[in-house]
């Protein structure tokens, strides 16, 4: 927890002692009374966080917050629904990887309870994105969608995107090799199972291209990180 994170709220009341984040400041970083750490409103500044006094039951707090966040990358990941601790890594790892958008979506080699899984029905997936966000020293954090159809998830899709599906099968070109028109960049990746014959065809037919990360096939959450971390560096140096 490089950055610890609160909601815009919580920075004007007392914060429990018995919360996972006064066990970091009290245990992990070993702060004392007057001593700082750094702190963040999700998706909003961030800055320095005072501990001014401790209680038995709480934490009282002093903020600074006067730093702005940069934006996240104009970056959209679509990603086949696999098993619920792939899918926790992918939305830690994406999100420190700093996409704006993030929908899992049902595919043909998608297990149907995996869209059912606690990890979204309990509201979970939300602590692995806080997490991505504080390992990566931001407050800016994706929106995420999970449950819908991959043909439903792009149909809606913006026009001046670049459209990018991973694929190990029949794509011939790497995905740094691709000449890409467009800033704003959608990825998709397919499950644990890959796309059917039937996806490719759609992706083909919405206007994406299919790459390789090289002649190794990955797992789901090692393609999506090393995808990613190709796309943002194609970004950063403007290639």
């Not at 007057?34 to 707090?61: H, M, Q």
């Amino acid at each position: 927890m490089n950055l610890v994170l609160f909601e815009a709220d919580e920075v004007y009341r007392p914060l429990d002692r018995q919360d996972t984040r006064s066990q970091h400041i009290l245990n992990v970083l070993r702060r004392e009374i007057g001593d700082t750490f750094d702190a963040g409103v999700i998706n909003g500044p961030r800055g320095k966080a005072r501990v001014e006094r401790i209680d038995k039951d709480n934490l009282i707090l002093e903020f600074e917050l006067n730093e702005t966040d940069p934006p996240l990358y104009p970056i959209e990941l679509i990603v086949g629904l696999s098993r619920p601790q792939t899918n926790r890594r992918i939305l830690r790892e994406a999100t420190s990887l700093g996409v704006r958008r993030l929908s899992f979506v049902q595919t043909d080699r998608s297990e149907p309870s995996y869209a059912e899984s606690r990890l979204w029905s309990s509201g979970e997936w939300k602590r692995h994105v806080l997490d991505g966000a504080a390992q990566a020293f931001a407050t800016r954090i994706p929106e995420v969608y999970f449950g819908k159809a991959l043909e439903g998830s792009i149909a809606g899709l913006e026009g001046d995107v670049e459209r990018i599906a991973l694929d190990n099968y029949e794509s011939h070109i790497h995905l740094l090799d691709m000449d890409m028109e467009y800033s704003k960049i959608v990825l998709a990746v397919g499950s644990e199972r890959g796309w059917s014959g039937d996806e490719r065809n759609t992706l083909r037919t919405n206007g994406f291209n299919l790459a390789h990360l090289g002649p190794r096939p990955l797992r789901t959450e090692s393609a999506v990180v090393a995808g990613l971390s190709m796309i943002a560096g194609l970004i950063s140096t403007g290639s």
